[in-house]
C-alpha cells in the first residue's frame, strides 16, 4: 500500500483558539491540518466541562462538525492527574475520564490521552514522582482506565514526562507490561522525554523509545527544544535541536498515515512546522 503523504498532520484545536465546534474545525482545515487533539474545555466555546454532563448528543454535535470540514478528532483530550494526592478529588477526575472513555465514539473519535501523574496536586514536578509509591499509584488507576477502556472498546493514550511518574521509555515498558491491556497505548511527545540533563542522549532516548515501545504508539506530538543560559525549553517543530529524522524514519516505515499533532504553535508557526514535517518525512521515502 502506498501513500501520497506519509503522515497526517493536525494540531491541539486550543492553539488555534476557543469557538464554537464548527468555526475551530473550519478554521483547523482552512490551514491544511486533517487531524486535531481535542481538549473539551479549552477549545470549546461556552462548554464547561464537569462530571454528567457528556452524553451522546453533545459529543455526536461536535463530531459531526469536525466530520464536515474533513478534521479528524484524532485525540480527546482530559489531562486530568491519575495519582491527585486527595483521594475524593482523584476518584471524580478518574470518573469524568471514564465519561470521555464512554462517549468517544459518539465524537468519531477512539482514544482519550493523559499523562502518568505528579503527585503535586497541579501537576508540577515533585522529586517522589519517580519513587516506587506513586509508579504503583499511577499504575492503580491507568488500570482502572483501561479496564472501563475494554467495556466500551477504545484506547486511553499515556504520554510520558520526564517530571512525571513515567519518565523514561524503560518505565512506559514496564506501565505497559503492568497493565497488561492493549487497550492502553501510547502518544509519544519525545521532547516530553528529555531534559537538561539528557538531551545531548537524544539519541540513545528516541532509540530506546522506539524499540521498547514503538509498536504501542497510536499518536505522536511534534514540537521542539532549545538549550539556552542554561535552560531547556520547549518550541515549535522545526525551530530547535530535535532529530525529527529519527521520529519520521519510523512514522513513515512503521505507522503509515498515524496522526502527528504539533504543540507549541499559533496559527502562523503550525503551518510553518506543517511544511517542515513534510519535507522530512518525504525524505524518508
Known amino acids: ?46 462548554l464547561t466541562v464537569k462530571p454528567g454532563m457528556l452524553n451522546p448528543g453533545l459529543a455526536c454535535e461536535i463530531g459531526d462538525a469536525f466530520h464536515k470540514h474533513g478534521v479528524q478528532i484524532s485525540v480527546l483530550g482530559c489531562y486530568v492527574n491519575p495519582i491527585h494526592p486527595d483521594p475524593a478529588i482523584r476518584k ?4 469524568l475520564f471514564k465519561e470521555h ?4 465514539r459518539d465524537f468519531g473519535n477512539g482514544l482519550v490521552a493523559l499523562e502518568t501523574g505528579s503527585v503535586n496536586a497541579d501537576y508540577s514536578p515533585h522529586p517522589e514522582n519517580h519513587s516506587e509509591a506513586a509508579f504503583q499509584r499511577s499504575l492503580a488507576s491507568l488500570a482502572e482506565l483501561a479496564a472501563e477502556a475494554e467495556q466500551f472498546g477504545v484506547i486511553v493514550g499515556i504520554e510520558a514526562v520526564a517530571s512525571h511518574v513515567v519518565s523514561t521509555p524503560q518505565k512506559m515498558r514496564r506501565m505497559l507490561d503492568a497493565v497488561a491491556s492493549n487497550n492502553l497505548q501510547v502518544v509519544f511527545d519525545p521532547v516530553n522525554l528529555l531534559s537538561l540533563e539528557n538531551h545531548l542522549e537524544q539519541e540513545r532516548v528516541i532509540g530506546e523509545s522506539l524499540e521498547l ?13 532549545v538549550v539556552e543560559n542554561g535552560r531547556f525549553t520547549s518550541v515549535s517543530a522545526g525551530l530547535g535541536m530535535l532529530r525529527h ?3 519520521m524514519n519510523f512514522a513513515v516505515d512503521q505507522k503509515p498515515g498515524i496522526s502527528i499533532l504539533l504543540e507549541d504553535t499559533n496559527e502562523q508557526s503550525a503551518q510553518l512546522s506543517r511544511q517542515f514535517l513534510l519535507r522530512v518525512a518525504e525524505k524518508m521515502k
Open 101 to 104: 472513555l464512554r462517549y468517544a
Open 213 to 225: 515501545f514503538g509498536d504501542r504508539i497510536a499518536v505522536i506530538h511534534a514540537k521542539d527544544f
Open 92 to 95: 471524580s477526575l478518574l470518573g
Open 1 to 46: 500500500m502506498s501513500y501520497s503523504v506519509p503522515i497526517r498532520i493536525g494540531v491541539r484545536a486550543h492553539d488555534f483558539g476557543c469557538l464554537p465546534a464548527g468555526d475551530l474545525a473550519a478554521k483547523i482545515a482552512s490551514n491544511n491540518m486533517v487531524c486535531a487533539q481535542l481538549a473539551l474545555g479549552k477549545a470549546i466555546a461556552g
Open 245 to 247: 529524522d529519527l521520529v
